[in-house]
């Protein structure tokens, strides 16, 4: 079966920490992206990539790291400089990224206290 | 800023009912437009994408695009209680982003 896995579902981390997001896609998509979504708000776009090897940011890219070493994975580091970590993380790839849909994966509910 | 305006809702129709779901985009230059469905808790589900102005129809979904007035819709004809969830308009400015509207909550009554 095609599509986009994200691992864990839920993640307990304590303040100061660093944690890993992970996103695989077997789609063959060009184009993966990295969302947070908070509570009654809409997606706000973390980082997304076009190709391997880069990647770009988004419009809250402070406090995260990405990286692009493979098409088919996309991780996420939430580092302790994230002020608010706590938030729903979503990964989306498209085959292209411009003018192209986006598909989702579960996502990561990620609680940090 | 680029913005994409929704209604938060809640939106509630009778189950059978045409469920109508509207959204504006601040961006003149905007070429593909989307629909999406979230389920409480869950990841959004793609339902449509529209690129030329007029009507879409997939199904039980049509979606509607006016350039002109920067306005996009999703009808849901004969609603069911199934197609309660928050319905997020997202658009493509043509910079590889792409903009997602805070969403409509859509209750459907048995």
């Known amino acids: 079966d095609g599509g986009i896995t994200q691992s864990p579902k839920y993640l307990f981390r304590k303040e100061g920490q660093n944690v890993t997001l992970s996103c695989e896609q077997n789609?063959?998509?060009?184009?993966m992206y990295w969302y947070r979504q908070d509570p009654g708000q809409g997606l706000r776009l973390i980082y997304y990539?076009?190709?391997?090897?880069?990647?770009q940011k988004g419009d809250i890219a402070e406090g995260y790291s990405v990286s692009r070493e493979k098409k088919e994975s996309f991780p996420l580091t939430v580092t302790s400089a994230q002020k608010n970590p706590t938030a729903f993380y979503l990964c989306?790839?498209?085959?292209?990224?411009?003018?192209?849909?986006?598909?989702f994966g579960p996502g990561t509910r990620l609680t940090v206290t | 800023q680029k913005e994409v305006e929704q209604n938060s809702g809640p939106l509630s129709v009778p189950e059978g009912a045409i469920a109508s779901l509207n959204c504006t985009y601040s961006d003149r230059g905007s070429q593909s437009f989307f629909w999406y469905r979230q389920y409480s808790g869950k990841s959004p589900e793609l339902i449509m994408f529209i690129y030329s102005n007029g009507d879409k129809e997939d199904g039980r979904f049509t979606a509607q695009l006016n350039k002109a007035s920067q306005y996009v819709s999703l009808l849901i004809r004969d609603s069911q209680p199934s197609d309660s969830a928050t319905y997020l308009c997202a658009v493509d400015t043509g910079g590889f982003k792409t903009i997602f509207g805070a969403g409509t909550r859509l209750f459907v009554k048995a």
């Open positions: 789609l063959n998509h060009d184009a």
């Open positions: 990539s076009q190709i391997v090897n880069d990647f």
């Open positions: 989306a790839s498209s085959p292209r990224g411009h003018n192209y849909e986006q598909y």
